[in-house]
Each structure stands twice: as structure tokens, then as C-alpha cells.
């Protein structure tokens, strides 16, 4: 009976220990939590950013289109001008002390109208301060404003990571302001990163030039744009853009501006107001599995040279269309928006070390980048490239009479006047009115060169056991591309 009140009593005793460990733990836990630390850390540095503005809109007067109305009043105004207000976020990255000026990153779409209207900055502790434009770059989508605070306001930074060591799955975590006045702000949101270099994304008609985006599914709503993606240990690793979605909001596909991108583009804004970016002067196409047989590449990476611009760094180092960009200043290149990106960002007035491929051979060649003149737009190619040409086709002289018809101006090459339905030419997007300038570097500047060229390689394509012909195009657009028919 004793030994069993002994047993009873140990157990009761284990029982309490157990309990208040529990009790220990669950405290240390709460109070450990990284999230929280982070956001205690950070949430004071996130600003609420409002834009007024007027812009220009259409007068969609019916009458306007009737010529007897606009008889009799010829001077009615064709456009009026429309107030308009948006909202977003940002993050403090830099405080002066001596100026009290606190310097913002943000989003361009989110400023960008801000320039010649009003922006209002509402800081944690409900303060409103009216923001100036340091710089914008709508081919990022990054900008930088920044306001001058009063003595004795507090200011929160918060700061910079390198996006370089993300791996996908880390954790994500986002602060905005989402839906405006909707009195929501500095929501924190919870999630990984999902993805890392998404490119080649439309988000209507100004979708940025230069595309490497974080993809995460840490929520990211209207007026989260311009605010801090940041990991674990509270730095910035990405400034929150876009979003994919089929209803307007939150689906779970976010995107990020990469912060190391960005702090490039914020100090070139900074210290003189524009971004200056590295210039080669080629129009750049994607390797697909069909360019990589036809030039018998290892994988499907790289860049292929549809064009070199005259007088360009490119044509002066020697770079010629179809030779294939293996690296970049010693980088691996694995598709065109990551080229794209390590050529803007890379040293001006420097030769830089560049592999590629010719003729079934690696060489290294050195190029000296210029400015980018006007930074002006970026030329593009759609992902596989759209050209005419090749088994199923017609052509004639660039001096014929339905060359003229079709408006079609080259030097050299035939223009293409037919194309057979299902035939390798129309699968490969050969349209009506593209030249042909060469089939598998082979120049073609009549019907009867083309005819013998294809005759030749279509031979010898056989005899390989080859079942693919390397074109090279300049589209209705103007565009020269190589394009790759197959045959089956």
C-alpha cells in the first residue's frame, strides 16, 4: 500500500513537471518566433504612398464623329482632363541624418504619375509627409522618391539582402498596403518563394524591359506593389510588382523585383537621376530544342545572334549573326532575359570575355560595351521566334511585281508568297511577305538560288538523317530571326 502511494505521488510529480515544461516552451516559442522579430523589426520602415494626378483622356463625344456636327463646331475639344488617385507602398532603404531626407524604393507604376501631380507619404506612426521623384525606370519598374521628416521623427530603415543566395523554398515574407484606402495597412503576409527568374511576363501594355523576377505565394494584393519582400532574417530580398490572377486579387502567384537589380537601378537614380546600362547591339534570340540540333549545341542554352546592329560594339569585336552566346563576362547565359540583364548591368567602356559558338567551334572574343544610347527600348524576339519559309512555300524576286504589291523592301533575299497549309513552313509561323535571306548560311537572292539551296541541304538533310533546316528570315515586322523547320 505504501509503495503504491509512492508510485501515485512520482506520477503526480512527473505529471506537473511535464506541464509546466510545456508551459516554458510554448513561451520561449512565442517569444523566438523569427516571423515576429522580423516584423517588429521592419513593419516601421514600410510607408503608405498616394498618388493625385490629372491625366488626358479622350472626349467620347458620338456627336464628335459626325462631320456635319464638327462643321458647325470645329473647335469642340477632342481630350479633357480626368483627376485620378492610386495607391501603393514602399520601403525606407536609406535616412540621411544630417538632411533628414529618407530615401524610398518603390515601383515606377506606382510614381511614375507622380512626377507632375502630388505624392503624399503616410508614415507607421500616421504622419504625412509630400514626396518628391528622385528617379524613375519603367524598364524595371523601380523607382525612388524621398521626403525630408521632421526633428524628432522616428525613422525605421530597413535593410538590403542579396537575392544571389535565394533558393526556392525559403521562407517569404511580404509587408504592404493592400486596397488603398481600405485602412489595411502594413498587412504582413506569410509564404515561400516559389520560383526564381520568371521572365518573358505581360502586364499590359508597359511591361518591363528587363525581367528576373522572384515568384512567391506570400499574399500579394492591389497596393502591395513597391513594398518589401523579405527573408527570415529581416532583410529585403525582392520589391514586391504584380500579380497573376484571374479575379483581381491574391491567387498565390506573386511577383518580385530582385533586390540586387534593383539596388543597381536606385544608385544610378540617386547619383544622376537616370540608369546607365550596357549596350552590345544585337537583337538577341532564345535557344529552343530545335535551334540547339540545328547548330548541334549541347543543351538548350544560350543566346543565338539573329542580328548585329552596324557600327555596334558587337559588329566592332567581330560577333556575326548565328554565332550562339554561351557566356557573358565569365557567366553562364542561360536564356535571353537573363543576357539581356547581365549586358545592362555590366561595366561600360570595359572589354569583357565573351564564349560563344561558330561553326561548331567555341571561341572567346572580347567586347567593350557602350552606353545604351537613350536607354532607349529593348529589342525583343518572342520565346521560339515567329519567321517565314522553307518546305511548302513559294517565293519570288524582291524586284517582282507582288513583291511591290506586299510592300516589301529588302537588298537581299526573296519574299515568300505562298505557304502550303500544315506544311513545315506554316508550323513554323511562316507568313506571306517575309524575306528569306538564307538557308543554312547559304545566301538565296533569287527563286532559283532558293530552289537549289533547299534542293541541296533537303539532299543532304536525308543523307545525315538530319530532319530539321536552319532559315534565316526578316519578317513583316522588320525582324530578323532564324527560324527552324522540321520535317516529320
Known amino acids: 500500500m505504501k509503495h503504491s502511494k509512492h508510485i501515485l505521488l512520482i506520477t503526480i510529480l512527473l505529471c506537473l513537471v511535464a506541464m509546466a515544461s510545456a508551459k ?22 514600410i510607408v503608405q504612398i498616394r498618388v493625385e494626378a490629372t491625366v488626358n483622356v479622350s472626349n467620347n463625344n458620338p456627336f464628335m464623329d459626325d462631320d456635319f456636327f464638327r462643321y458647325f463646331f470645329p473647335q469642340q475639344p477632342q481630350q479633357r482632363q480626368r483627376p485620378v488617385t492610386s495607391m501603393g507602398s514602399g520601403f525606407i532603404y536609406e535616412y540621411n541624418t544630417s538632411t533628414r531626407e529618407a530615401f524610398i524604393m518603390t515601383n515606377n507604376h506606382v510614381v511614375e504619375k507622380g512626377k507632375d501631380g502630388k505624392i503624399t507619404v503616410t508614415l507607421a506612426d500616421k504622419v504625412t509627409y509630400e514626396g518628391t521623384v528622385v528617379g524613375l525606370d519603367p524598364n524595371t519598374d523601380v523607382a525612388v522618391i524621398k ?40 498587412t504582413v503576409t506569410l509564404g515561400v518563394i516559389s520560383a526564381l527568374g520568371r521572365a518573358n511576363l505581360k502586364f499590359g501594355d508597359s511591361s518591363p524591359a528587363y525581367q528576373d523576377y522572384i515568384q512567391t505565394d506570400a499574399a500579394i494584393n492591389p497596393g502591395n506593389s513597391g513594398g518589401p519582400l523579405l527573408n527570415i532574417n529581416g532583410e529585403v530580398i525582392g520589391v514586391n510588382a504584380a500579380i497573376t490572377s484571374t479575379s483581381g486579387g491574391n491567387i498565390g502567384i506573386g511577383f ?10 536606385v544608385d544610378d537614380l540617386v547619383a544622376t537621376g537616370k540608369v546607365a ?25 544560350g543566346v543565338l545572334v539573329a542580328n548585329v546592329e552596324k557600327d555596334s560594339p558587337a559588329e566592332k569585336a567581330g560577333l556575326k549573326a548565328g554565332d550562339v552566346i554561351l557566356e557573358f563576362n565569365n557567366e553562364r547565359v542561360p536564356n535571353v532575359p537573363k543576357f ?20 561548331n567551334k567555341e571561341e572567346v572574343i572580347k ?37 511591290k504589291r506586299l510592300g516589301v523592301t529588302a537588298d537581299k533575299g526573296v519574299v515568300v508568297t505562298a505557304v502550303s497549309a500544315n506544311s513545315p513552313a506554316a508550323k513554323a509561323g511562316i507568313e ?4 528569306i535571306a538564307s538557308v543554312e548560311g547559304i545566301e538565296v537572292n533569287s527563286p532559283a538560288d532558293f530552289n537549289k539551296v533547299m534542293t541541296d541541304v533537303q539532299s543532304k538533310m536525308e543523307k545525315a538523317k538530319r530532319k530539321i533546316i536552319r532559315l534565316y528570315v526578316i519578317d513583316k515586322n522588320k525582324t530578323p530571326q532564324f527560324v527552324v523547320l522540321r520535317f516529320e
Request: aromatic content about 4%.
Open 147 to 186: 521626403i525630408t521628416v521632421k526633428d524628432g521623427e522616428k525613422v525605421t530603415v530597413v535593410p538590403l539582402g542579396d537575392s544571389s543566395k535565394l533558393e526556392i523554398g525559403e521562407w517569404a515574407i511580404a509587408i504592404g498596403n493592400p486596397f488603398g484606402d481600405a485602412g489595411l495597412d502594413r
Open 367 to 403: 567586347i567593350t560595351l557602350d552606353a545604351f544610347p537613350d536607354d532607349g527600348t529593348v529589342a525583343t524576339l518572342d520565346k521560339g521566334g515567329k519567321a517565314p519559309v522553307g518546305s511548302g512555300i513559294s517565293v519570288e524576286a524582291l524586284d517582282s511585281q507582288i513583291a
Open 277 to 301: 546600362r550596357g549596350f552590345i547591339g544585337i537583337l538577341p534570340q532564345e535557344i529552343s530544342q530545335d535551334i540547339m540540333e540545328s547548330f548541334n549545341l549541347k543543351e538548350v542554352a
Open 432 to 435: 506571306v511577305g517575309a524575306v
Open 24 to 45: 516554458i516552451l510554448t513561451s520561449n516559442m512565442a517569444s523566438n518566433n523569427p516571423v515576429v522579430d522580423v516584423v517588429k523589426a521592419t513593419r516601421a520602415g
Open 340 to 359: 539581356r540583364i547581365a549586358v545592362a548591368t555590366s561595366a561600360i567602356g570595359k572589354a569583357l570575355p565573351v564564349k560563344i559558338v561558330r561553326d
Open 256 to 265: 518580385a523585383i530582385p533586390i540586387n537589380l534593383a539596388k543597381k537601378v
